[in-house]
T-cell receptor, first 113, second 115 residues
Framework: SQTIHQWPATLVQPVGSPLSLECTVE??????LYWYRQAAGRGLQLLFY??????ISSEVPQNLSASRPQDRQFILSSKKLLLSDSGFYLC????????????FGEGSRLTVL | KQEVTQIPAALSVPEGENLVLNCSFT??????LQWFRQDPGKGLTSLLL?????REQTSGRLNASLDKSSGRSTLYIAASQPGDSATYLC??????????????FGEGTQLTVNP
């Protein structure tokens, strides 16, 4: 069955520090991976999507970057965190290749102080 | 640009009541519409997916309908239970995203079912 592992689950970081959030996917044939952010009081916003190794598309200009070093691994990074980077980060993968149904990981909660 | 709106933002009902959550979207060129459940501090769990050619989907006490022409979907929950308390999110996939899932989400309806 499809699983998405995200870590760390919770992170508290000072402003200006670096960030690395990891996502690992198992049990899916669809190569696409997504990073969404859910900020307090706001809906989910798509940050990045990747259709394969080394292929990253950014949906919104921001302080973050993403990388796809391996087929099953998707990493969200920042060199210097801002207060506005606080939020709940969710990695997602489609179920299969036809329906478009999306499967989410358990998320990583980032608090920037 | 697609916009998804969910009404109400919050809803509190007594146990056993039937209820309807509403979702509207501005661009009817969608591939599918999905309803998700999110418990506090957790990821999203997919509840129902309706393809653009379908009118409704059912799973247990849940029934989701889709009226693409009017840009509306409803999630009907029958005989609500305290365990149904969560935030319910709807999301649409644009028509050109047939294998990917670049969803546009609403902000959700926070449901509380009181025992």
């Amino acid at each position: 069955s499809q699983t998405i592992h995200q870590w760390p689950a919770t992170l508290v970081q000072p402003v200006g520090s670096p960030l690395s959030l990891e996502c690992t996917v198992e049990g899916t044939s669809n190569p696409n991976l997504y990073w969404y952010r859910q900020a307090a009081g706001r809906g989910l916003q798509l940050l990045f999507y990747s259709v394969g190794i080394g292929q990253i598309s950014s949906e919104v200009p921001q302080n973050l970057s993403a990388s796809r070093p391996q087929d099953r691994q998707f990493i969200l990074s920042s060199k210097k965190l801002l207060l506005s980077d606080s939020g709940f980060y969710l990695c997602a993968s489609p179920k299969g290749t036809i329906s478009g149904e999306l499967f989410f990981g358990e998320g990583s909660r980032l608090t920037v102080l | 640009k697609q916009e998804v709106t969910q009404i109400p933002a919050a809803l509190s009902v007594p146990e056993g009541e039937n209820l309807v959550l509403n979702c509207s979207f501005t661009d009817s060129a969608i591939y599918n519409l999905q309803w998700f459940r999110q418990d506090p501090g957790k990821g999203l769990t997919s509840l129902l997916l309706i393809q653009s050619s379908q009118r409704e989907q059912t799973s247990g006490r849940l029934n989701a309908s889709l009226d693409k022409s009017s840009g509306r979907s409803t999630l009907y929950i029958a005989a609500s239970q305290p365990g149904d308390s969560a935030t319910y999110l709807c999301a649409v996939t644009p028509w050109q995203e047939t294998s990917g899932s670049r969803l546009t989400f609403g902000e959700g309806t926070q449901l509380t079912v009181n025992p």
